[in-house]
């Protein structure tokens, strides 16, 4: 009589994993994703939802909704500074060449004097006191004034202390300055690409740089990286991300 053996079904491998999903474990390994597209592996991400990680100079901030983005609101404090701006330094950051990525929105104080843009951007190669910096900043009133003159006027490179904009624009006019399409108040996405002395920003994603500074004043020197607004702004920011080369 033959004997009828019983063995267990065998257990089920699972499915392979699909190769898509693992380039995008891959891709997540060495990315972050960011509003502004994917950020390098490496870069340094600031949310501005809030004042952690920054060292307020002249300033104090607040985390705010703007125009339907989570963001930080930076204040002036009621005395001037030195050059009449508020920043906020991201801590632990060193920057010597490297990339800068930030949005902002910026529109004049109701209480502003008339000659008031709306004056915003970010500063880098910062000493810890603030008192020197490469500066590049919007005049959002400009981009859409009804003066060509006014326009060309929109974006600014400075360098403090010795050559602020009045003094870049006497000595060569037009060379630090650029026209780029903005609006009061409207967010604006910054990249600044730092090598040497040179430097480039890009506007709103553009693949060309709408100002090319190839003679930074300072120098192919290291700094902190930090948010900028002048005393008659309302300001605000958002998404800080910070690549180091």
Avoid at 92 to 116: K, M, N, Q, Y
Avoid at 169 to 189: F, I, K, M, N, S
Wanted: proline share 8%; aromatic share 6%.
């Amino acid at each position: 009589m033959r004997r009828t053996v019983h063995r267990p079904a065998p257990t089920p491998r699972p499915p392979a994993p699909c190769l898509s999903l693992l380039l995008v474990a891959l891709l997540g390994c060495a990315t972050t994703s960011t509003p502004g597209g994917l950020t390098p592996a490496g870069a340094r991400v600031l949310p501005l939802e809030s004042a952690e990680g920054l060292t307020l100079l002249r300033a104090r901030a607040e985390p705010v909704t703007h125009d339907g983005r989570r963001a930080l609101r930076l204040h002036a404090l009621d005395q001037a500074g030195p050059t009449d701006v508020a920043l906020a330094i991201a801590d632990g950051l060193e920057l010597r060449d490297g990339e800068i990525e930030l949005e902002v929105a910026g529109a004049p104080l109701a209480d502003a004097p008339a000659d008031s843009r709306g004056f915003i951007g970010l500063s880098f190669h910062v000493s810890p006191d603030g008192s020197r910096s490469e500066d590049v900043y919007l005049r959002p009133s400009n981009g859409r004034a009804d003066e060509q003159l006014r326009r060309n006027h929109a974006v600014q490179y400075q360098a403090i202390p010795g050559y602020g904009w009045k003094r870049l624009r006497d000595e060569a006019p037009g060379q630090y300055e650029a026209y780029v399409d903005l609006q009061p108040g409207v967010w604006v996405r910054m990249r600044v690409k730092v090598s040497g002395t040179r430097a480039e920003l890009y506007v709103n994603g553009a693949e060309q740089p709408t100002l090319i500074v190839r003679d930074l004043k300072h120098g192919a020197v290291g700094g902190g990286v930090a948010l900028w607004a002048h005393r008659t702004t309302e300001a605000y920011f958002r998404q800080l991300v910070v690549t180091v080369r």
